[in-house]
């Protein structure tokens, strides 16, 4: 299971972003009167009694931005709701109900989500009775509360734990389920081509016509015994081309594939160069956390013209971020290479599930630690007390240390390539935060939320796209 996440959402000026600051236990986000100044998401680990979750911070829904960005940060809320496994409806109890709350209640009811009512600025006792007046909004659970007074903090986290799954390691499921491989990539780069490979059937539209497949299409396929769902997704398009509602509602089901898919097949054309598409396409693959083989299709046309190693070289010069990214080389046409990919694809499948044992994840950061200490921050070299790996799909691994502050960008690199050598999963996104613990004296401290920085793997594609020269 991966990290849960805890998204809170509600109408502008509800102090959304005072219960982030409250829960979190120190101010990350920004707290002012002024409606609509939070607008991109903010995440932050909380840990409480080594059970942990992520808090997600959004923009209020219904928000008139001043600088005219309701639609990306809509955009934003949407991703964040997408990716909840627990929603924090967030109101104000000293206002009542408004219209737009009752608005951000209708948009709730259509998600199958669990959520937990907070109702803010609870900040005397008598007020609390004022909770029960949400219930007209098809609330099941109310949790009055106040940051100001620092009133019912732990009932909220009770109400909050009681919601997301036991991460328990004996409960943790062994089965592994069915793979779901999502193929997405720019238009006409032979995605539908194949799937039919896949199927031994023309199971999917095929033509020279871009933009023949509209929406994303699920194909049950077996291999060696093991069953799998292929994905085949719309061919991705630039956001300036995006002309008609079927195209927006084809990039928006080719983005919602790749957030429930297990493995991600990113197609591109050997004969073209890298697209600002496919660098659209791996930003949002790389955010998603999702594991990814890029698969340079119709090979056939040019395996006699140049070396395998000028296009390995290529891609992992142009997204220097996914270098742990896998490449294969095929011909959906003829089939060739197929089975060897979908094989690779069950291999990260199995990657992203993987655990490694706390033993062994300490002893593999002491080797790092010992062979090239971090560098001194303000007179102090910066320390790491244990680690532990929380959750799967992504693996997500926490460093717990004295000042998360002191590890520059640079030495959280070389940390994830250290693990990389040395764990079963380095092919896929590994997901790393650095957390403050407040006392170094026995590894049973309490340890405070606060501090959890995450490391992420980012996306930095600002180099030369030229394509690889054909002789």
């Not at 924090?88 to 737009?100: A, C, K, Q, S, W």
């Not at 194909?219 to 991705?236: H, N, Q, W, Y």
């Not at 081309?241 to 493995?263: E, L, N, P, Q």
């Not at 010992?370 to 959750?391: D, F, H, M, S, V």
């Amino acid at each position: 299971m991966s990290v849960p996440q805890v998204v809170i959402v509600g109408r502008p000026n509800v102090g959304k972003s005072s219960v982030f600051n409250w829960i979190v236990g120190r101010r990350l986000a920004i707290v002012d009167n002024v409606a609509g100044v939070t607008r991109d998401r903010m995440t932050h680990l909380i840990d409480r009694d080594d059970h942990y979750f992520e808090l997600v911070d959004t923009g209020g829904i219904g928000l008139n931005d001043i600088d005219d960005l309701e639609d990306e940060i809509e955009q934003q809320i949407q991703l964040a709701i997408n990716s909840a496994d627990l929603i924090l409806f967030t109101v104000d109890i000293r206002e009542g109900i408004l219209p737009l709350d009752e608005e951000v209640a209708r948009r709730l009811r259509k998600i199958n989500k669990p959520i937990v009512c907070v109702a803010n600025k609870a900040d005397q006792g008598h007020l609390e009775v004022d909770a029960a007046h949400f219930f007209k909004l098809g609330q099941e659970k109310i949790v009055p509360v106040s940051t100001l007074q620092n009133r019912n903090k732990d009932d909220l986290l009770d109400a909050i734990f009681a919601h997301l799954p036991d991460q328990s390691e004996e409960n943790h499921v062994s089965d592994e389920p069915e793979m779901k491989v999502a193929i997405v990539g720019r238009r006409n780069v032979g995605k539908s081509t194949f799937v039919n490979a896949l199927s031994e059937t023309d199971r999917m539209i095929v033509s020279d016509v871009a933009g023949t497949t509209r929406d994303s299409v699920d194909v049950r396929f077996e291999l060696d015994g093991k069953s799998f769902v292929a994905i085949d997704t719309p061919g991705m398009r630039r956001r300036i081309s995006v002309k008609t509602d079927i195209d927006f509602y084809g990039t928006h089901r080719a983005h919602r594939t790749v957030r429930h898919a297990d493995v991600i097949l990113l197609f591109f054309d050997a004969s073209q160069q890298v697209s600002r598409v496919d660098k659209q396409l791996i930003s949002y693959i790389a955010e998603s956390y999702k594991p990814c083989i890029f698969v340079v299709n119709k090979w056939d046309l040019y395996h006699d013209k140049m070396p395998t190693e000028r296009w390995v070289e290529y891609l992992r010069d142009t997204f220097p971020s996914m270098r742990h990214a896998p490449l294969a080389f095929i011909t959906a046409k003829t089939g060739k290479n197929v089975k060897t990919l979908i094989n690779h694809a069950q291999m990260l499948f199995k990657q992203a599930r993987s655990r490694v044992g706390t033993g062994a994840l300490n002893r593999i950061i002491r080797f790092a630690l010992e062979q090239t200490p971090p560098p001194l921050y303000k007179n102090r070299r910066p320390k790491i007390y244990y680690a532990t790996q929380i959750g799967i799909q992504p693996p997500t691994i926490v460093l717990k240390c004295n000042n998360p502050e002191g590890f520059t960008k640079t030495y959280r690199r070389f940390l994830l390539n250290v693990l990389r050598e040395n764990v079963e999963y380095a092919e896929v996104p590994i997901r790393i935060y650095f957390h403050k613990r407040i006392s170094s004296d026995t590894r049973d401290d309490k340890i405070m939320p606060e501090e959890g920085v995450p490391l992420e793997e980012g996306f930095d594609a600002q180099v030369d796209t030229s394509p690889p020269s054909i002789d």
